[in-house]
């Protein structure tokens, strides 16, 4: 008697503690984003931001997660995974949770989280950073764990199979047709950003090629040497991964060895798309998992160290809460504040591309329906803190600098002195003497213009590293390292996305000829990768021929395609929560729902019919075409007719999706549609007769 009173004495103590901890980490997330949202004319620290994204994400995880996977998706940890039955050593394959987390985080995180923030930090830092933190915890990471936990009790299936089953056979066409129409695009993109990268850096090149011999080893060391020894190969890869960083730099500076690592864009393409090739076709536990896991290593500890930058350094964020281009006329990119910064920053606050990873590759490696919580909303979430770092690198730049790195030269001038001029005549001073000395100091010939936000993160995340680690005498091996940093980032989206895919097309395939859906059967395996490859390698390789040509035209639909597929999901993911009998839960997904479809029909809007050349695809074709003609002229015309026409294209496919969830949803609610979810039956997992 005397044991259970203290017990229940304990238990109380332990309840009165937790509740005073979270309330406390509510008070304090509540104190700073009151002083981010609030406070105007004057800089803020830095630390309000750290702080109100610290204490989001954890009440995010802690209670909102939590009651999505015991409410809602009702996870069940005694119930087989498909990596458990039908294990293959291939595709599914039982695998530590933190190799799975590693691998997720590594595929999900590509150039968006970098380089979305940055550019949208032309608007002020309040409107990047209030959608980074609602749009994960509400959004983004909901996504990322409802559709993965859809997945894995359909046998692995992909998003497009999952439309098809739960939406219907012209709403799971149409989902196909859509999906692997954007998954092409944003490949494309993601390869020539690559390339683009990569093109001059010869330590960023050295030390991305090293991880790939590192994960094969990693690979065969976890699997054939030391089979399920997680901590000794995390050792080991994070000892030979900072040997490879450290070679990288000695390459750039031996004169020698850099001209060898120093490869053209059609070389450089060329590798790419044999790399995207192997990544597919090999055993996951080979090279993608491993190397997958292994970029976790650096993007990960570079994130946290960052972080811890910013703590030490605490740096005043010079950028205004509010700009003047909040009314559509911004320099980096014209259009107003909404759609386009819901539109610019996908990845940090939701992205389509995620719930591809999270029905592709994912949850055929998912060990237990428990560690879906963890891999699916504890990875987006620290995706979006990726994204809360970019925004700081964004921001603590004098704006001035930050125009002048992000500003085309056709809006401010080609020459440094009357790009200065002009940036200064909007508020923000800066001077040529100031870009020239910046520019010696990371070692580049001129800073100006260096659009697209990648050099704009690596100049902030080298003057954070700097000023607390290192000194000013490091600047220029810290922004070298960014742009590394940077390269590993949006690789591991093309591998993970090309096995996706080849998953996507082996699923439609299997209707024709049923050999042609097993993952296991290597001439399809070979057939379906080398199809994927040749898409987006296709498009890669007249982007890098052609400035103006391959995928260089539809670079344009990069952020509305991503946000679109994000649409396809929830609808699926909607669907599938109201055939649970949960419809009084759907607002948990249809909620963002609502909100992307409000803020991607009314992008693609401005898109096609903005009058303003800048904006509108057809009246900027409209413009040039009353120019002086030229072929660069006739090319640049076709290209936004092209854009146009895409655009038109996709949100037509969207609203039929939308059109036939909608029908689902009303028939199932009135009653006059047979509810039938289409999971896999219940099978009871080994692991627990195991732990037992």
Same mark, same amino acid.
């Given at each position: %008697? #005397?044991?259970?009173? &203290?017990?229940?004495?304990?238990?109380?103590? &332990?309840?009165?503690?937790?509740?005073?901890?979270?309330?406390?980490?509510?008070?304090?997330?509540?104190? /700073?984003?009151?002083?981010?949202?609030?406070?105007?004319?004057?800089?803020?620290?830095?630390?309000?931001?750290?702080?109100?994204?610290?204490?989001?994400?954890?009440?995010?995880?802690?209670?909102?997660?939590?009651?999505?996977?015991?409410?809602?998706?009702?996870?069940?940890?005694?119930?087989?995974?498909?990596?458990?039955?039908?294990?293959?050593?291939?595709?599914?394959?039982?695998?530590?949770?933190?190799?799975?987390?590693?691998?997720?985080?590594?595929?999900?995180?590509?150039?968006?989280?970098?380089?979305?923030?940055?550019?949208?930090?032309?608007?002020?830092?309040?409107?990047?950073? @209030?959608?980074?933190?609602?749009?994960?915890?509400?959004?983004?990471?909901?996504?990322?764990?409802?559709?993965?936990?859809?997945?894995?009790?359909?046998?692995?299936?992909?998003?497009?199979? %999952?439309?098809?089953?739960?939406?219907?056979?012209?709403?799971?066409?149409? *989902?196909?047709?859509?999906?692997?129409?954007?998954?092409?695009?944003?490949?494309?993109?993601?390869?020539?950003?690559?390339?683009?990268?990569?093109?001059?850096?010869?330590?960023?090149?050295?030390?991305?090629?090293?991880?790939?011999?590192?994960?094969? #080893?990693?690979?065969?060391?976890?699997?054939?040497?030391?089979?399920?020894?997680?901590?000794?190969?995390?050792? #080991?890869?994070?000892?030979?991964?900072?040997?490879?960083?450290?070679?990288?730099?000695?390459?750039?500076?031996?004169?020698?060895?850099?001209?060898?690592?120093?490869?053209?864009?059609?070389?450089?393409?060329? $590798?790419?798309?044999?790399?995207?090739?192997?990544?597919?076709?090999?055993?996951?536990?080979? $090279?993608?998992?491993?190397?997958?896991?292994?970029?976790?290593?650096?993007?990960?500890?570079?994130?946290?160290?960052?972080?811890?930058?910013?703590?030490?350094?605490?740096?005043?964020?010079?950028?205004?809460?509010?700009?003047?281009?909040?009314?559509?006329?911004?320099?980096?990119?014209?259009?107003?504040?909404?759609?386009?910064?819901?539109?610019?920053?996908?990845?940090?606050?939701?992205?389509?591309?995620?719930?591809?990873?999270?029905?592709?590759?994912?949850?055929?490696?998912?060990?237990?329906?428990?560690?879906?919580? @963890?891999?699916?909303?504890?990875? @987006? %979430?620290?995706?979006?803190?990726?994204?809360?770092?970019?925004?700081?690198?964004?921001?603590?730049?004098?704006?001035?600098?930050?125009?002048?790195? &992000?500003?085309?030269?056709?809006?401010?001038?080609?020459?440094?002195? /009357?790009?200065? *001029?002009?940036?200064?005549?909007?508020?923000?001073?800066?001077?040529?003497?100031?870009?020239?000395?910046?520019?010696?100091?990371?070692?580049?010939?001129?800073?100006?213009?260096?659009?697209?936000?990648?050099?704009?993160?690596?100049?902030?995340?080298?003057?954070?590293?700097?000023?607390?680690?290192?000194?000013?005498?490091?600047?220029?091996?810290?922004?070298?390292?960014?742009?590394?940093?940077?390269?590993?980032?949006?690789?591991?989206?093309?591998? /993970?996305?090309?096995?996706?895919?080849?998953? @996507?097309?082996?699923?439609?395939?299997?209707?024709?000829?049923?050999?042609?859906?097993?993952?296991?059967?290597?001439?399809?395996?070979?057939?379906?990768?080398?199809?994927?490859?040749?898409?987006?390698?296709?498009?890669?390789?007249?982007?890098?021929?052609?400035?103006?040509?391959?995928?260089?035209?539809?670079?344009? #639909?990069?952020?509305?395609?991503?946000?679109?597929?994000?649409?396809?999901?929830?609808?699926?993911?909607?669907?599938?929560?109201?055939?649970?009998?949960?419809?009084?839960?759907?607002?948990?997904?249809?909620?963002?729902?609502?909100?992307?479809?409000?803020?991607?029909?009314?992008?693609?809007?401005?898109?096609?019919?903005?009058? &303003?050349?800048?904006?509108?695809?057809?009246?900027?074709?409209?413009?040039?075409?009353?120019?002086?003609?030229?072929?660069?002229?006739?090319?640049?015309?076709?290209?936004?007719?092209?854009?146009?026409?895409?655009?038109?294209?996709?949100?037509? %496919?969207?609203?039929?999706?939308?059109?036939?969830?909608?029908?689902?949803?009303?028939?199932?609610?009135?009653?006059?549609?047979?509810?039938?979810?289409?999971?896999?039956?219940?099978?009871?997992?080994?692991?627990?007769?195991?732990?037992?």
């Amino acid at each position: %008697m #005397l044991h259970w009173m &203290n017990r229940t004495k304990m238990n109380r103590m &332990n309840k009165t503690l937790a509740i005073l901890g979270w309330g406390s980490v509510a008070i304090f997330g509540t104190v /700073a984003v009151g002083a981010i949202a609030v406070r105007r004319g004057e800089p803020i620290n830095a630390l309000w931001l750290v702080v109100a994204a610290t204490c989001c994400y954890a009440l995010g995880y802690r209670f909102y997660s939590k009651f999505i996977a015991a409410r809602i998706l009702a996870l069940d940890g005694l119930r087989a995974t498909p990596a458990e039955r039908l294990e293959n050593g291939r595709d599914f394959l039982v695998t530590n949770k933190w190799v799975v987390f590693g691998h997720h985080f590594a595929a999900i995180a590509g150039p968006g989280p970098l380089v979305g923030p940055v550019l949208a930090a032309q608007f002020g830092y309040l409107p990047g950073t @209030m959608w980074v933190l609602a749009g994960a915890v509400f959004a983004g990471c909901v996504q990322d764990l409802v559709i993965l936990l859809f997945s894995v009790r359909r046998d692995g299936k992909s998003l497009t199979e %999952m439309a098809k089953d739960e939406i219907g056979r012209v709403g799971g066409f149409v *989902a196909y047709v859509a999906v692997i129409s954007i998954l092409i695009i944003l490949l494309g993109v993601a390869a020539l950003i690559v390339v683009n990268a990569l093109k001059a850096s010869p330590w960023g090149l050295f030390t991305i090629a090293m991880t790939m011999p590192i994960a094969l #080893l990693m690979g065969v060391y976890l699997r054939r040497i030391r089979p399920g020894k997680v901590l000794e190969v995390s050792a #080991l890869g994070f000892v030979l991964v900072l040997a490879a960083i450290w070679g990288g730099q000695y390459v750039s500076q031996n004169a020698a060895l850099a001209r060898v690592f120093t490869l053209s864009a059609p070389a450089l393409a060329i $590798l790419i798309m044999v790399y995207g090739f192997a990544a597919s076709a090999l055993p996951v536990w080979l $090279l993608l998992a491993p190397r997958d896991y292994l970029s976790t290593f650096v993007k990960l500890g570079t994130i946290a160290l960052l972080g811890v930058g910013i703590v030490v350094l605490h740096p005043t964020l010079h950028m205004p809460a509010l700009t003047r281009f909040v009314d559509g006329t911004g320099p980096v990119f014209a259009g107003k504040v909404f759609p386009f910064a819901f539109i610019t920053i996908a990845c940090g606050a939701i992205s389509g591309f995620h719930s591809l990873i999270s029905s592709g590759t994912t949850p055929k490696l998912i060990a237990r329906e428990t560690q879906t919580r @963890m891999v699916g909303y504890g990875a @987006m %979430m620290a995706e979006s803190a990726v994204a809360v770092m970019a925004i700081i690198a964004a921001c603590v730049m004098q704006p001035g600098v930050y125009f002048a790195i &992000n500003s085309p030269a056709g809006i401010v001038g080609q020459a440094p002195a /009357a790009a200065a *001029a002009t940036i200064s005549s909007w508020g923000f001073p800066v001077t040529a003497a100031d870009m020239q000395a910046l520019a010696h100091a990371v070692g580049e010939q001129t800073l100006y213009n260096r659009t697209g936000g990648a050099p704009a993160f690596a100049v902030g995340m080298a003057h954070i590293f700097s000023h607390s680690l290192g000194g000013e005498t490091l600047m220029a091996l810290w922004y070298h390292f960014a742009i590394m940093f940077e390269a590993l980032f949006i690789l591991t989206i093309l591998d /993970a996305g090309t096995r996706v895919a080849r998953f @996507m097309v082996q699923d439609a395939l299997a209707h024709m000829y049923r050999p042609l859906g097993r993952t296991s059967w290597y001439p399809s395996i070979l057939a379906t990768s080398a199809l994927i490859v040749g898409a987006w390698g296709y498009f890669l390789w007249q982007g890098v021929k052609d400035p103006l040509g391959g995928i260089n035209s539809l670079w344009p #639909l990069f952020g509305i395609s991503n946000q679109l597929l994000a649409t396809v999901a929830l609808c699926v993911a909607t669907t599938i929560i109201i055939k649970m009998h949960r419809a009084k839960y759907a607002a948990v997904t249809l909620v963002p729902l609502v909100w992307l479809v409000a803020v991607t029909f009314t992008a693609s809007w401005h898109k096609l019919f903005d009058p &303003n050349p800048r904006v509108g695809f057809l009246s900027q074709a409209q413009a040039l075409a009353v120019g002086p003609a030229t072929s660069a002229t006739s090319k640049l015309i076709f290209n936004n007719r092209l854009d146009a026409a895409v655009t038109a294209i996709l949100v037509v %496919m969207v609203t039929l999706v939308l059109v036939e969830s909608g029908r689902q949803w009303l028939g199932i609610l009135s009653g006059a549609k047979e509810v039938r979810v289409k999971e896999s039956p219940f099978v009871r997992t080994r692991f627990v007769e195991e732990q037992g």
